[in-house]
């Protein structure tokens, strides 16, 4: 991969290096070039970058550039530089400084001490060649390493897991592994960009420098604060060999989270001039890294309102929505119980402000009847709409709210800084209106089983108050509708005009349509082979059927034949029956002859046969018949 830098004067080759893709350089792709061709691009280049730090087969490529470079060195046209971005992992087993005092961070001033991890010495390796090839003369090729911390930013590298896991929601608890106390050296890699180009421009003395932010965070620390912001806020520490049970870490993943050093950059501190975007460090700057992590992959939320008069299908609709998007179901019934569900088992831990709220929800529901005061609906609604994981994948919400008022207190808030926030983070994206008439939908409430019409409060003076409410709440000037139109936001109108299974395809198709691709990571290659067991499953299951059902055939037409057989069987019987009885009289007298003139001898010969057990007894007893036949006389 080569690409071109456009603002610098020089010309830069750069493996592997992503950090500077958005902010310095064009991209040009000569992919897959073997080594005959790729050396006279290095050639060509006045800086030759290579970063190592994640996928060990690199490092190969890496040993055999710059031990090529250095074999040129007769033929260049002027300086070359070569920058080597490994990783402090090469740091990990270093001895403490000073024995007494534990506590005394490592710097790059003693690098010649460092000792790596035993799955990285390839690295440090590369990195001894790397200084070395830089010796010879260093005017003309001078190399340098930068051992960077962990990195992180934009796709979060090394700790994707744990952003992963958390936005996904599906772990209660976001896994610590080991006892989280490490210390983790980071980077974040725009800072990691800064800190390369400030070699390639300052061309600072040193050649071998760490790049680590001044954050001194451990990994509980750095979990807790991406299950903070993106999950539920919860973790729990696991035995660190469970990472090895981990599908989307690799091992020298594990290593490097496992690591437990603190060590600094003196010389980026002393020598360089960095414009940082993190200085302090992941957990300082973790808002702004969640929101660029969400900008890179495209997990932007989906936010819906569905609205419609009752009956009309809303949930049906939302449920499939959420379902195809991955969406949060928001309606109003279920919201409330699970809101006073959760106050209830979490109160033990939980603030006073969880205690008030239970009781003025319960307050509410007696007074009014078992409905929720206004206030505090929206209140409720407002606190799931910016609960963390309907931030992260969005929601649909399901007839609610229901009237313009009800809309602007639940999407604005109390003062414009408020009101600006709330709807970068909750206003719908897509309003959707499902509407049919109001026959269509008396008939269809009317065909409905009487669970369902019990279920849904639909007895028929409900379901006519309701319907009455909702069309009485749409025809004022400031109806629901207009309250988003008045944002911009135009709704979406869908007749319903029919049950029937096409039609209802054609409108999801038609709103599928309307909100575009699903916004997630799409499927993993876990994921992937999991559908691809359940495909097989099913396969089996499908099979498992056909084979019943053919055994079940099978079955009847075996009782089917039992049945006939029954039938020739007993016809056979009469004439069996016949004939034995005239058989009777015939075989009695064959059987006294066969007992008086054959059974003796033949008695016999068997007795003797089985006593002398010869080879070939058939034989042997035709030859005792033969000769002790009791007729020949
Ligand atoms: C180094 O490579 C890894 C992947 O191999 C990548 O995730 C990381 O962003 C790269 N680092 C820089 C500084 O570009
Ligand atoms: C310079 O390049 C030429 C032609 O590619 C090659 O034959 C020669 O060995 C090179 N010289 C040195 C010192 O590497
Ligand atoms: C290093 O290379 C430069 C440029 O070719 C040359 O002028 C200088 O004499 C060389 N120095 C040594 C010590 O070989």
């Not at 074999?71 to 070359?80: I, L, V």
């Not at 008069?309 to 928001?330: D, M, N, W």
């Not at 055939?553 to 020739?568: D, I, L, V």
């Amino acid at each position: 991969e080569m690409e071109k830098v456009k603002h610098w004067p020089k010309r830069v080759f750069i493996n592997n290096i992503d950090c500077f893709a958005s902010k310095y350089v064009a991209k040009v792709h000569f992919s897959q070039l073997d080594r005959d061709e790729l050396l006279p691009k290095l050639m060509d280049c006045d800086v030759v970058i290579y970063n190592i730090t994640q996928h060990a087969d690199q490092v190969e490529e890496a040993f055999w550039a710059v031990s090529a470079l250095h074999s040129e060195m007769g033929n260049f046209s002027g300086p070359k530089m070569f920058i080597l971005v490994s990783t402090v992992m090469t740091w990990a087993c270093t001895k403490p400084v000073d024995p007494d005092d534990l506590e005394l961070p490592f710097t790059d001033e003693i690098f010649w001490r460092r000792k790596a991890h035993p799955n990285f010495k390839q690295h440090i390796d590369l990195e001894k060649r790397v200084v070395k090839m830089g010796k010879t003369n260093r005017t003309l090729f001078s190399t340098y390493v930068v051992a960077s911390g962990l990195q992180y930013g934009m796709e979060e590298q090394v700790f994707h897991y744990f952003f992963k896991t958390s936005w996904m929601g599906q772990e209660h608890k976001i896994p610590v592994f080991g006892d989280g106390n490490n210390i983790v050296p980071t980077i974040h890699i725009n800072d990691l960009a800064s800190v390369i180009q400030n070699v390639i421009e300052l061309q600072p003395q040193p050649y071998y420098l760490v790049a680590v932010d001044f954050a001194k965070n451990t990994m509980e620390d750095i979990v807790k604060a991406v299950a903070a912001v993106l999950g539920h806020g919860k973790i729990h520490k696991k035995p660190s060999e469970e990472a090895f049970l981990t599908k989307d870490l690799s091992v020298m993943e594990i290593d490097s989270l496992l690591v437990n050093l603190w060590i600094e950059g003196v010389y980026l501190k002393e020598l360089l001039s960095i414009n940082w975007l993190c200085e302090s460090g992941l957990v300082d700057n973790i808002e702004l890294v969640v929101e660029e992590y969400r900008q890179t992959r495209g997990l932007l939320p989906i936010r819906v309102c569905l609205l419609g008069p009752p009956a009309v299908g809303k949930s049906t609709v939302s449920k499939q929505i959420c379902e195809y998007y991955k969406l949060h179901r928001i309606a109003l019934k279920e919201t409330i119980s699970e809101t006073i569900t959760q106050l209830v088992t979490e109160n033990e831990d939980s603030a006073a402000e969880a205690q008030e709220l239970l009781n003025s929800l319960k307050d509410s529901i007696d007074q009014n009847r078992g409905l929720l005061d206004e206030h505090l609906l929206v209140k409720v609604v407002k606190d799931k709409l910016m609960s963390n994981p309907c931030k992260n994948q969005g929601f649909v919400l399901d007839g609610f709210p229901k009237t313009y008022e009800q809309a602007k207190k639940l999407f604005s808030g109390e003062t414009l800084s408020q009101s600006s926030y709330y709807t970068s983070k909750i206003m719908p994206e897509f309003v959707l209106c499902l509407d049919a008439s109001d026959a269509f939908l008396k008939e269809r409430v009317m065909k409905l089983p009487e669970r369902l019409v019990q279920k849904h409060n639909y007895e028929q003076q409900h379901f006519l108050q309701r319907l009455t409410r909702y069309r009485a709440d749409n025809v004022e000037d400031e109806t629901i509708a207009h309250y988003f139109e008045e944002l911009d936001i135009t709704p979406l109108y869908l007749e319903i005009t029919s049950n029937d299974e096409p039609d209802c395809l054609l409108l999801l198709q038609k709103i599928f349509n309307t909100l575009g691709k699903p916004r997630n990571y799409g499927h993993s290659t876990w994921e992937v082979e999991e559908e691809g067991m359940r495909k097989a499953e099913e396969k089996m299951r499908k099979e498992a059927q056909l084979r019943a059902e053919e055994e079940q055939r099978e079955e009847e037409e075996a009782r089917h034949r039992a049945a006939c057989w029954g039938e020739w069987v007993g016809g056979l019987e009469m004439v069996r029956q016949q004939e034995e009885e005239l058989l009777g009289a015939q075989s009695a007298s064959l059987k006294n002859y066969l007992m008086e003139h054959v059974m003796p001898a033949l008695t016999q010969g068997l007795i003797e046969c089985c006593t002398v057990q010869p080879q070939d007894p058939v034989d042997f007893l035709a030859e005792y018949l033969f000769k002790n036949n009791p007729f020949d006389y």
